[in-house]
């Protein structure tokens, strides 16, 4: 079965530092890698994505870098705020929409 | 923003009855998806649909699963006989086309079978 390795489990970082998720994937077929932040009672809802023809993007705070070589891609939350306290899923995209998740992170971000 | 809205937010039924999930997706998406997560792990694709078929399906969607659109808004899950382990968060999800466009997620029917 497929899978995307998500890693850490849980990350705890004080409020203005540096918040890193990495996932590994190993369908080199897909080509839609997104990042999806989810509240506690709500859906997941998109933060960023990437496509494999790129290795960085960046919205704002957030930024994606995509190691296609090392099947590797990896989320950066700068100047990390207790606003983003979360569980952060990366994915991989299918041809049809479905999404493969990582486990999870769950982000604590300390005042 | 334009949200995806599922209901009930809560049900609990007994193991082997029936359950019809439902969800209105977007107005003027075309592809509408099924997710599920179970409590504390990760979410899991169940199916895909678009143009009033089933576009592709995962191995959890079996034949207790269908997927309907019965009318232009709503789009539903049924899970014909229950079980136990078909408790989990149920998530609907829509996007304006296929091939991996932003999809927009619903706030999701606990379901808990007892």
């Known amino acids: 079965q497929q899978q995307v390795k998500q890693s850490p489990q849980s990350l705890i970082v004080q409020k203005g530092g540096i918040s890193i998720i990495n996932c590994a994937y190993e369908?080199?077929?897909?080509?839609?890698f997104p990042w999806y932040q989810q509240f506690p009672g709500k859906g997941p809802a998109l933060l960023i994505a990437i496509r494999p023809d790129v290795s960085e993007k960046k919205e704002g705070r957030f930024t994606i870098s995509f190691n296609k070589s090392a099947k590797q891609f990896s989320l950066h939350i700068m100047d990390s705020q207790p606003g983003d306290s979360a569980t952060y899923f990366c994915?991989?995209?299918?041809?049809?929409?479905?999404?493969?998740f990582g486990k999870g992170t769950k982000l604590s971000v300390k005042p | 923003e334009p949200e995806v809205t599922q209901t009930p937010s809560h049900q609990v039924t007994q193991m082997g009855q029936e359950v019809i999930l439902r969800c209105v997706p977007i107005s003027n998406h075309l592809y509408f998806y099924w997710y599920r997560q179970i409590l504390g792990q990760k979410v899991e694709f169940l199916v895909s649909?678009?143009?009033?078929?089933?576009?592709?399906k995962s191995e959890i969607f079996d034949d207790q699963f269908s997927v309907e659109r019965p009318d232009g808004s709503n789009f539903t899950l049924k899970i014909r006989s229950t079980k136990l382990e078909d408790s989990a968060m149920y998530f609907c999800?829509?996007?304006?086309?296929?091939?991996?466009?932003?999809?927009?997620f619903g706030s999701g029917t606990q379901l808990s079978v007892l």
């Open positions: 369908n080199t077929a897909f080509d839609y």
């Open positions: 994915a991989e995209g299918g041809s049809q929409g479905n999404l493969i």
């Open positions: 649909f678009y143009n009033n078929e089933i576009s592709e």
């Open positions: 999800a829509s996007s304006e086309s296929g091939h991996n466009e932003k999809l927009f």
